[in-house]
C-alpha cells in the first residue's frame, strides 16, 4: 500500500519526524518533488540528521528513491551520502533518470534573479540552491537529466545548446561579467561536461540510476509499502499556493503521481496524511493574516521601527520550537494557526488523516488562538462592477483562502480563543496516549479535526520519535 506525507501550510511542519514515526513499516521512501532546498530534520537513537535531499528513510535503512520530479544537485546528494556513511550508516538512494540535474549556473542564477527581485521588494526567499532556474529550463525544454549524465555525447549535446543562453542571460540582460562571477568555471561547457560525465560514471558504477515509475510498480508487486514524501507545503505549491510567493512544484498530493511516474489512482488508494504545524511559521515574504510579530526583510511592511503585534511571544515561540530555517537557519516568521488556509489544503488534498506537531512549543501560555475565518479588508479592497462573480466581496466572511495572493494580502484574521494547557512530562504523554494530553490542549486538536473533518492519526509534543502521540498507523 501506499502512504503519502503532505505540508499542509508553508513548509516546515515536521514532515520529516512524521516519516520516521511511521517507516518502520514503509520498505521504500520516495521523494517526488523539490530539491536540496526542503530541509528535514530527523533524531534517530540521540542523534540528529539535517537532510535537504536524501528522503528520511535513508536514516533507519530504506531504500530511498528521488523521483522524476525532483531535481537533483549531485554534489549534494553525494555529500550527504558521505555524511551518513561516516555516521555509520549505509544510505541505499535511487535517483529517477528523468528527474532533472541542478547544474552550477543554475544556483548563480538563482542568486542574480533574487538581488533583482529585492530592489523591487518582489523577492520570494528563495534558498538560492537553483531550484526554481532548473525547474524553469526542465519547463522550457533545455534541461539535463539524470539519465543524460550517462550518455557522454549527450551530455556535451546538452550543455553545448544551454550555456550559451546562459552566458547571453547574464551578460546581455543582467550585465555581468562571466569572469567576475565566483565560480565562472560555471558557465564553461568544457568544465560542466568534465564534471558531469564523472558523476555520470558514479552514479552507474552504484547503480543508482532507476525508471522510478517501473522500479515502484516492480516494487509494490511484490508487497513492499511505499511511503512518498513531499517537500515544502501546499500553500507554496506552484499552483494552488500564494503565488509568486511559491516553490517550482508541486508538493501536494497529486504532484505524488507526476512526480513518480505512479497513477493518480494508485496515491489515492493509499493514506494521504496531512501534515500540521500546531501554530504557523514561514520563511521569506507573502501574506501571513495571524503573524504574531515580523521578521525584518521578509514581513511585508515590517521594518526595525515598526511595533509588531505580539513581538514578545512571536519571538518566544520561535525560540521554543527552534524555528529557523534547516536549509538557510533564517528566522522564520510566526504566526496563530490559519483554520482557512488548512480548508484549501484539506480540499487540494484529499487528507484521510492528520499529523500535528509541535503542541508542546504552545504549552504554558494562558491562551491560544486560532484564524478561523478571513474578513475581506474593505477599505483596502478596490471593487469593480466588472469583477467576476466568483471572487469575494468587500467584508465578506470567508472561511478558506481566495484565489489570488492579492486578496489574501488584504484579509484580516477572525479569531477564536482557546484556554491555555500547562507544560507537562511529555514524553510520558507519547508513552500514555492521546487521552493524556491535557484537556485543553485536546479541545484545540478536536478543534482543528472538526474543521477540516479528518481525524487525527498522530500529535508530536516532542523533536525525537518517541515524542510522539500515535492514534492510527496508516499501514
Known amino acids: 500500500m501506499t502512504v503519502t506525507i503532505v505540508g499542509s501550510q508553508l513548509g516546515d511542519e515536521g514532515k520529516g519526524g512524521i516519516v520516521d514515526v511511521y517507516g518502520d513499516a514503509a520498505d521504500v521512501v520516495v521523494r517526488y518533488q523539490g530539491g536540496d532546498n526542503a530541509g528535514h530534520t530527523v533524531v534517530f537513537e540521540g542523534d540528529e540528521y539535517k537532510l535537504s535531499l536524501v528522503p528520511s528513510g535513508a536514516v533507519r535503512g530504506k531504500v530511498g528513491v528521488l523521483g522524476n520530479g525532483c531535481v537533483v544537485n549531485p554534489r549534494t546528494l553525494f555529500d550527504e551520502i558521505a555524511t551518513l556513511q561516516e555516521k555509520g550508516l549505509d544510505p541505499n538512494v535511487r535517483v529517477a533518470e528523468r528527474a532533472h540535474v541542478i547544474l552550477p549556473f543554475h544556483r548563480i542564477l538563482d ?43 549527450v551530455l556535451r549535446e546538452r550543455l553545448e545548446y544551454v550555456v550559451p543562453q546562459k552566458r547571453a542571460l547574464i551578460e546581455d540582460v543582467y550585465g555581468l561579467e562571466i569572469d567576475d562571477l565566483d565560480d565562472p568555471d560555471a558557465l564553461d561547457v568544457d568544465a560542466l561536461f568534465e564534471e558531469f560525465r564523472e558523476i555520470g ?16 510498480t516492480d516494487a509494490m508487486s511484490d508487497g513492499q509499502n511505499v511511503m512518498f514524501e513531499g517537500a515544502q507545503g501546499t500553500i507554496i505549491d506552484i499552483d494552488h499556493g500564494n ?8 508538493p501536494t498530493a497529486g504532484g505524488a503521481a507526476t512526480g513518480t511516474g505512479l497513477s493518480p489512482g494508485v496515491i489515492g488508494d493509499g493514506e494521504i496524511i496531512g501534515i500540521v504545524k500546531a501554530y504557523l511559521t514561514r520563511v521569506g515574504s507573502g501574506p501571513l493574516p495571524t503573524e504574531l510579530g515580523g521578521v525584518v526583510g521578509d514581513s511585508p511592511g515590517y521594518d526595525e521601527s515598526t511595533e509588531g503585534r505580539n513581538e514578545e511571544l512571536a519571538e518566544d515561540i520561535r525560540e521554543e520550537g527552534g524555528e529557523y530555517g534547516t536549509v538557510t537557519g533564517r528566522p522564520r516568521r510566526v504566526g496563530w494557526l490559519d483554520m482557512p488556509m488548512l480548508r484549501h489544503s484539506a480540499r487540494v488534498n484529499g487528507f484521510t488523516g492528520l499529523a500535528i506537531n509541535h503542541l508542546d512549543v504552545l504549552a504554558g501560555l494562558d491562551e491560544v488562538k486560532v484564524g478561523h475565518s478571513y474578513t475581506l479588508d474593505t477599505d483596502e479592497h478596490s471593487s469593480s462592477s466588472n469583477r467576476n462573480d466568483s471572487r469575494s466581496d468587500d467584508g465578506e466572511e470567508l472561511f478558506t483562502m481566495p484565489p489570488t495572493t492579492e486578496e489574501w494580502a488584504k484579509c484580516e484574521a477572525n479569531f477564536r480563543t482557546f484556554e491555555g494547557w500547562d507544560e507537562v512530562d511529555w514524553a510520558a504523554v507519547a508513552e500514555d496516549g492521546y487521552d493524556a494530553i491535557p484537556e485543553n490542549a485536546r479541545a484545540y486538536l478536536d478543534y482543528i479535526a472538526d474543521e477540516v473533518d479528518t481525524p487525527i492519526y498522530a500529535v508530536g509534543v516532542g523533536p525525537g520519535r518517541e515524542e510522539t502521540v500515535v492514534v492510527e498507523d496508516p499501514f
Open 111 to 153: 542568486g542574480i534573479e533574487e538581488d533583482v527581485k529585492s530592489e523591487s521588494d518582489q523577492e520570494v526567499g528563495t534558498t538560492g540552491r537553483g531550484i526554481g532556474p532548473t525547474y524553469e529550463d526542465k519547463a522550457g525544454r533545455r534541461g539535463v537529466r539524470v539519465g543524460d549524465l550517462l550518455d557522454p555525447d
Open 201 to 216: 560514471e558514479r552514479l552507474e558504477d552504484r547503480n543508482m540510476t532507476v525508471n522510478a515509475s517501473a522500479f515502484l
Open 243 to 250: 503565488y509568486p510567493y511559491v516553490t517550482s512544484s508541486n
